[in-house]
């Protein structure tokens, strides 16, 4: 049995705002990502969860790239490392970050499988209870014993949960969830496999989100979508109800653009529809 995600389960985990409500309070994300191929992936995740309602964004990327995510926006805070690839020195200039910050995005950008720090930054990350959202570069098989049990969300696609699980999803929907649930359940974390429709599970519930467009296509909506997870983890939303959630949210905002623009939209296009969708959840406290 699953659930379908709506509109109700993102208003559970949407962090209410304080009148007097600081700089910092309202959660801070970072973003470990990027290479000489893929300077983008990284800024939109950060983009993503700033767009969200999160007051800071950082991203850790190698040096030769910072100036041109610079370029794209004075929003994010970025860090240069030294090294092409996220080799463990690299890494440990980047977890000098993880004190300040609530959530983590950890693959957007990177080579899958071949960046050494990865390991490093998810086990510093775990210990220090972050919420982590990993995606692309970083789902490969081995990272499954060091995210087993933690606040981590794993977001593959079809083909990137074949790479990580060795299993092939079929495409009839109640067979996907049966198969995600039962990887969720086995290696005890939480998975939003990107799809037509999304299915997530933690191994003891399981959600589909039927929101979204066909117009979803263009490369960096998954990027996106895990700014937004890392967004509600960072407001304290469990791993399970922070996937479905952003699901919900990243599909919605799909349907806004596909309706003005159709089957040209651009990844970029998403975020300027992502606080529309999120505004009706705003709320002030005392």
Known sequence: ???????????????????????????????????????????????????CGVDLAYIAAPEKITHSIRALSPAVIVIPLTDMRLTKGAARRALKLLPKVDSIVIGPGLVSGSEPG???????????GKGMVLDAGALYPEILKHVR?????????????????????????EDRVKTVSEQARKHNITILLKGWID??????????????SP?????????IL???????LAWGADPFKAAASAAWVNGRAGELVAERLGFHMIATDLLDAIPLIMKKFDRVVD
């Open 226 to 232: 895990s700014g937004i997870v890392a967004a509600f």
């Open 149 to 173: 049990g933690r606040r981590a969300v794993l977001t593959p696609h079809a083909g990137e949960f074949r790479r990580v699980f060795g299993i092939e999803v079929s495409n009839v929907l």
């Open 199 to 212: 299915v997530i599970s933690d191994g003891v519930e399981a959600a589909v989100n039927k929101s979204g």
């Open 1 to 51: 049995m699953y659930r379908v995600v709506d509109e109700n389960l993102v208003r559970e985990c949407v962090k209410p705002r304080r009148t007097s409500s600081h700089k910092g309070e309202n959660g801070s994300v970072l973003v470990v990502g990027g290479s000489w191929m893929y300077h983008g992936a990284p800024f939109l995740a950060a983009m993503a969860a700033l767009r």
């Open 118 to 128: 990865i390991e490093l930054v998810v086990d510093e990350a775990a210990a220090l």
């Open 215 to 223: 117009a979803m296509t263009a490369g960096g909506t998954g990027d």
